[in-house]
């Protein structure tokens, strides 16, 4: 495998082939294997959120952040999906944790699922661009060992969506079964599909899975585990980042103008070697702004 050339390949907008992608995916899993559910991260570290395949502004995000291993990253998941490069941004975000596994965290989001996939994009994407599913079983098969959490430094815990009314302590997370289909409920679920709400506790999530969280909920989940902060991501919000509770937990959005028609801004979430909290900003790049979806093309023998 020469890392260094599939990088190339990839930074020129150009896919990886199905070989390559087959043996990427099969050293990823003997990474990703040994990282625990809540995967330890220290401090300096840049947190972001959603990039939901839109390739250049993820390249964008790096010229932003700086590039590893100069800058240490923690991707709160959602990489693929509704944008129109889901399969160049996965791959290269996998050749990167392969390069350099200890600068690079990767955790799991909602639509890294086999079930979402088939539905927002990523599927058809692979169909289009390699004529067959391969691929798709590939990278769905690597979904299931991508950690569902992230601790900074024991004191800003990243998860995609929310909590769960069945957690209450950071160790409960360490103790589920990850190597699975996202669980339609349940805790594992609620990690990926929970929302922060002003409530006061609980209430029903009207996507149809996960919770609505208040800011008790919160506020006594930080205690109890010693936590200074929440990073979740799973919504767009049109300034970047969003807190709540407090500044008890914040959502960190990294697709800027989402889905190419949103108009948002996108953040990263940086924090020093103390914690200190700083928001780099960033908007999309003309490539983004330029992307047309793919057009059906009928094949010719009908």
């Known amino acids: ?177 990850r190597k699975t289909e996202i669980p339609h409920e349940g805790p594992f679920c609620d990690l990926m599909w929970s929302d922060p709400e002003e409530v006061d506790t609980w209430a029903l999530n009207t996507r149809g899975a996960g919770w609505i969280f208040g800011k008790k909920v919160t506020h006594d989940f930080n205690h109890i585990n010693g936590l200074e902060l929440i990073a979740r991501a799973h919504q767009l919000v049109q300034d970047g980042y969003q807190y709540w509770f407090e500044e008890q937990l914040v959502t960190v959005w990294s697709a800027p103008n989402y889905c190419y028609r949103c108009g948002n801004a996108a953040s990263m979430l940086s924090l020093d070697e103390n914690l200190k909290r700083d928001f780099v900003m960033f908007k999309e790049v003309p490539e983004s702004a330029a992307s047309q979806p793919p057009k059906n093309v009928l094949p010719y023998f009908l």
């Open 1 to 177: 495998m020469d890392i260094d050339k599939y990088l190339e390949t990839l930074r020129n907008a150009r896919c990886l082939t199905e070989r390559d992608v087959r043996l990427v995916c099969e050293h990823a899993k003997e990474i990703f294997i040994e990282e625990s559910n809540v995967h330890q991260v220290k401090a300096p570290v840049i947190i972001c959120g959603d990039i939901h395949g839109q390739f250049f502004d993820l390249l964008e995000l790096f010229n932003k952040g700086g590039q590893i291993p100069n800058a240490n990253y923690i991707f709160i998941g959602d990489f693929v999906d509704r944008g129109y490069n889901s399969v160049e941004t996965f791959e290269y975000l996998l050749c990167l944790k392969l390069k350099y596994p200890d600068n690079i965290t990767l955790l799991r989001g909602n639509h890294e699922s086999r079930q979402i996939t088939q539905v927002y994009g990523f599927y058809d994407e692979i169909v289009r661009k390699y004529g067959n599913a391969n691929p798709w079983r590939y990278f769905t098969d690597v979904f299931d060992y991508l950690p569902l959490g992230a601790l900074v430094d024991g004191k800003v815990l990243c998860v995609h969506g929310g909590l769960s009314p069945e957690l209450r302590t950071i160790d409960q997370i360490r103790t589920i079964d």
